[in-house]
């Protein structure tokens, strides 16, 4: 069992530790950035990654799996907001109020970031994953109020972080 991301040929795969840290640096930039609708649904699909609520070692997704949208314009925002999350998080976003040091978190951004920059939403067919890619329906725009992060009520009501203190 393995935590992986893939896209575009390319991969990462994380420690479930890893995998933690990596989701959890990512909220906190996902939930500073979001106001689309496609935005809060990308901030779902992360919160789907969650090992908190759906187990270790289960989690990871294709940006294959990713719905980019279907004109030029749509994928090249949707590409853009992705690329800003992970710019943000490399900024160490609210690391401060992480609680420990996430060591490894800038190695994984930095790699996940050449995955997505070299990622060609264009050339893909959408495949369906383990999580598919949420709906308008299920995106995440209710906020944890401790910690200020997004959450997705329609899959579970806490956040990452509140999924982390109960174990």
Known sequence: MGNFFHGGGRSLSMSN???DVFVDVLMLAVSGLAESVWEYRFATLLTLQDQGAVGRGVVGFDLE????????GEQAAAKG????VLDLALRRHRWD???????FAEGYLRQYREMVEAFDP?????????FPFPGPEEAAMA?????????APAYWEACVFCNASRH
Do not use: M
């Open 17 to 19: 530790g890893g995998t």
């Open 65 to 72: 799996e990713v719905d980019w949208g279907s004109s030029p």
């Open 81 to 84: 907001f992705v690329l800003r």
């Open 97 to 103: 109020e992480l609680g420990y040091e996430p060591p």
């Open 122 to 130: 264009a050339g893909t067919e959408l495949q369906r994953g383990i």
């Open 143 to 151: 906020s944890c109020v401790r910690h200020r992060v997004l959450c």
